[in-house]
Each structure stands twice: as structure tokens, then as C-alpha cells.
């Protein structure tokens, strides 16, 4: 069972960035999927979950309408693309994902991607 | 929003020592509170789930109860591999600001 971000890396602000989170060992489709950022010595900040299908999804305010989450179940594959992107959003991205809604927790992560936003 | 207070932000405790940790809910969660442990440069681990299920596979030192607002996670007798910050987080998402448990 493994979760594998990727597509971090330097953007200038203002621009776009997409991660990607690659499962495998499990059936993505079946999961509920989230992203979380931590700047380094801060502490955790959940962002956004999608349900099992991409049909309903949900943000954190501070990211709520620059963020966009999204699946690719034939690709075994979930998305977050970061817009009009700031200073602030610097920080590691995790993906992890929750059996259902979040009843029971995230109880498998990714190791994380670093975007680092400057010019 | 639900916003998630823990205390204390930092305990420092030795080895074998018992160590609890409060998360406090500022409006009622029932019991569906999450309990991680994460240590520096790696990504968090489940410990507990619905407030005081043990996730598989973690030891059965840590416990935790509460429920409505107020909750705690408990390591019955600390272990060196305890060392590490420790966050809270209810069903809807919100993470409390974390615990750092450090070498006393």
C-alpha cells in the first residue's frame, strides 16, 4: 500500500502548479483521498478531501477557490492544483487517504512534495 | 469552522514516564477524533481513530478516550521511540497545532 506525491518544485507567485499523488497496492477508487501541507517546524494543515468517484469535494478555507482536487480512478491517480499561488503556500504536500468519509482517520500517507513559491 | 486547541504545546517527560495529551473541539465532534504521531521529515502516522480505537499494529501503550469536546490520547509508559509530535484531528478535516513530546 503506497501513496507517491509528485510535481513539487520552485513556481513564482501568481502562477499554477498540479501535484499528483500515485496510489497503489490498494483500490484507489474505493477510497476517500486528502491533501495536507505542513511548512517545515509548523504544524499540519488539512486542505481537501474528494469522495470515491470525484463527484463531491471539499476545501479548507484559506485554499477555497485557488485550489482544485481532483481523481483519475483509471489512473489510480488524485490531483491538487494550486493557483494564484503565494509566499504562504510554501510547504511539504501530502496526500493520504481515509476509509469513507474521514470517520476513521488518514491511515496512509505519501512521503510529500516541497513547493516552494518564489520569484 | 471547528477549530482544534491542544495542550500542552510542548511535554517534556523521560523514559517510562505516562504522558498525556488534550485536544479540546470548540463544538461537539461526537467521537470522531483522530490521533497521528509524526517525527521530523517523515509523514504522520494513524495512532487512534473514533477517539479510542488503536490503528493496527501500533502498541497498545497508547489509548485514547473523550468524546463531544474533550479528548485525550495517553502513553501508559513512554518508550524512546515516543519521542515526536503528536496531533489531533476531527472528522471534517482541522488538525490541533500539535505536541511536541521531548527529551526530559
Known amino acids: 500500500v503506497r501513496l507517491e506525491e509528485s510535481g513539487g518544485g520552485l513556481a513564482q507567485p501568481g502562477r499554477s502548479l498540479r501535484l499528483s499523488c500515485a496510489a497503489s497496492?490498494?483500490?484507489?477508487?474505493?477510497?476517500?483521498m486528502h491533501w495536507v501541507r505542513q511548512v517545515p517546524g509548523k504544524g499540519l494543515v488539512w486542505l481537501s478531501r474528494i469522495n470515491t468517484d470525484g463527484s463531491a469535494s471539499s476545501y479548507a478555507d484559506s485554499v477555497k477557490g485557488r485550489f482544485t482536487i481532483s481523481r483519475d480512478n483509471a489512473r489510480n491517480t488524485l490531483y491538487l492544483e494550486l493557483s494564484s499561488l503565494r509566499a504562504e503556500d510554501s510547504a511539504v504536500y501530502f496526500c493520504a487517504r481515509s476509509d469513507g468519509f474521514n470517520y476513521n482517520g488518514l491511515d496512509v500517507w505519501g512521503q510529500g512534495t516541497t513547493v516552494t513559491v518564489s520569484s | 469552522d471547528i477549530q482544534m486547541t491542544q495542550s500542552p504545546s510542548t511535554l517534556s517527560a523521560s523514559v517510562g514516564d505516562r504522558v498525556t495529551i488534550t485536544c479540546r473541539a470548540s463544538?461537539?465532534?461526537?467521537?470522531?477524533l483522530a490521533w497521528y504521531q509524526q517525527k521530523p521529515g517523515k509523514a504522520p502516522k494513524l495512532l487512534i481513530y473514533k477517539a479510542s480505537n488503536l490503528h493496527n499494529g501500533v502498541p497498545s501503550r497508547f489509548s485514547g478516550s473523550g468524546s463531544g469536546t474533550e479528548f485525550t490520547l495517553t502513553i501508559s509508559s513512554l518508550q524512546p521511540d515516543d519521542f515526536a509530535t503528536y496531533y489531533c484531528?476531527?472528522?471534517?478535516?482541522?488538525f490541533g497545532q500539535g505536541t511536541k513530546v521531548e527529551i526530559k
Open positions: 497496492g490498494f483500490t484507489f477508487s474505493t477510497y476517500w
Open positions: 463544538r461537539s465532534i461526537s467521537g470522531y
Open positions: 484531528q476531527q472528522y471534517k478535516g482541522t
